[in-house]
């Protein structure tokens, strides 16, 4: 298992943290965009914007920030779980992972493809 840095998870991409940032209309739809950490000086990382009410495109910018935000730790947090999951099971019996061990392991094996695709 190798643990990923920070620089290696944001490489492409906008550094987090990430902010949403609200452009009301006169129709009352509105535009919410998601920026980066240089705010609205550079350019906007996403918009959110749907024909049917502001309340939708907040929400939605509202999750996109709460998971790119918490994106680097959930990823590291994961990593260490299932390093010491696989070190304790390994340790105390050479060779051999209880079945709910090799679940939970499989798990976060699967949730890091997700978050490294």
Not at 48 to 60: F, G, K, L, Q
Not at 78 to 95: D, K, R, S
Not at 96 to 102: K, L, Q, V
Request: with cysteine.
């Amino acid at each position: 298992m190798s643990e990923t840095s920070k620089a290696e998870r944001t490489a492409g991409h906008t550094p987090t943290p990430w902010e949403a940032e609200i452009y009301g209309m006169n129709d009352g739809r509105g535009r919410v965009y998601v920026v980066g950490p240089d705010g609205w000086d550079k350019t906007p990382v996403c918009c959110c914007y749907e024909n049917d009410s502001r309340n939708i495109n907040e929400a939605n910018a509202a999750f996109i920030v709460r998971a790119a935000n918490a994106h680097d730790d959930l990823v590291a947090a994961l990593e260490m779980v299932q390093e010491q999951l696989i070190g304790h099971m390994t340790g105390a019996w050479p060779g051999t992972m209880s079945i709910t061990a090799r679940r939970v392991n499989d798990a976060i094996t699967a949730a890091l493809a997700k978050a490294s695709a």
